[in-house]
């Protein structure tokens, strides 16, 4: 079992579509959690950064992180096809600089 | 924000020869730099972990002969990949944490290496 599971997708929606995206993960020592953005043949782009249990929106983007469940969500609230990418969940423990990430969902969002 | 600036984004190169890709944090310092690499639809593997002024520490299974790594300041760091071979092609990020340990990671662009 990978440490961080995400499910790969593809996630096809309509314009102005709600979009959830989540990652599950096994290491109750995770404490920091983002989210990534990346377009084909680009690096990623940080979205959100969160740290402990909680919401947080910014824009369009709500993240959400349940550490009892182990588990972090994404929502993107009216969709736009310029959000069709690859989105990434990635992790890390308090101490530790290692990022753990989850393998990305696809999203495409069509006009 | 904190950019992580890549170069080149792209490079052709034939089998036996050295690439050096360079990784630069823009407007911030970086004491802190590390190297991803990425097959087609995975996600990001960690290479390595570049510090300023000392050793690179590399991850089990990455070859540190063959994947040279150079911190030389706070804002520069380089890959080198010596006596590439076709296997070896792959995109190549770097990455970079501007502040304290508790700040986020910023990615470069990416480097596609095509090794013919």
């Known amino acids: 079992q990978k440490e961080v599971e995400q499910d790969p997708g593809p996630l096809s929606v309509p314009e102005g579509a709600i979009v959830s995206l989540n990652c599950t993960y096994s290491?109750?020592?995770?404490?920091?959690f983002m989210w990534y953005r990346q377009y084909s043949r680009k690096g990623p782009e940080l979205l959100m950064y969160t740290y402990s249990s909680g919401n947080k929106e910014d824009g369009r983007f709500t993240a959400q992180v349940d550490k009892s469940s182990k588990y972090i969500s994404l929502f993107i609230r009216d969709s736009q096809p310029s959000d069709s990418a690859t989105y990434l969940c990635a992790m890390r423990q308090s101490a530790g600089n290692m990022l753990t990430f989850g393998g990305g969902t696809r999203l495409m969002v069509k006009p | 924000g904190a950019v992580v600036s890549q170069h080149p984004s792209w490079v052709i190169c034939k089998s036996g020869t050295s690439v050096k890709i360079e990784c630069r944090s823009l407007?911030?310092?970086?004491?802190?730099m590390f190297w991803y690499r990425q097959f087609p639809k995975q996600s990001l593997m960690l290479m390595a972990t570049?510090?300023?002024?000392?050793?690179?520490?590399?991850e089990q299974g990455v070859e540190k002969d063959k994947f040279l790594i150079n911190h030389a300041s706070l804002t520069l760091s380089t890959l080198t990949v010596t006596s590439a071979h076709p296997e070896d092609s792959s995109f190549y990020i770097c990455?970079?944490?501007?502040?304290?340990?508790?700040?986020?990671?910023?990615f470069g662009n990416g480097t596609r290496l095509t090794v013919t």
């Open positions: 570049s510090n300023e002024g000392s050793k690179a520490t590399y």
């Open positions: 990455s970079a944490r501007e502040g304290t340990t508790h700040s986020p990671l910023h």
């Open positions: 407007d911030f310092q970086a004491t802190t």
């Open positions: 290491n109750s020592a995770f404490q920091y």
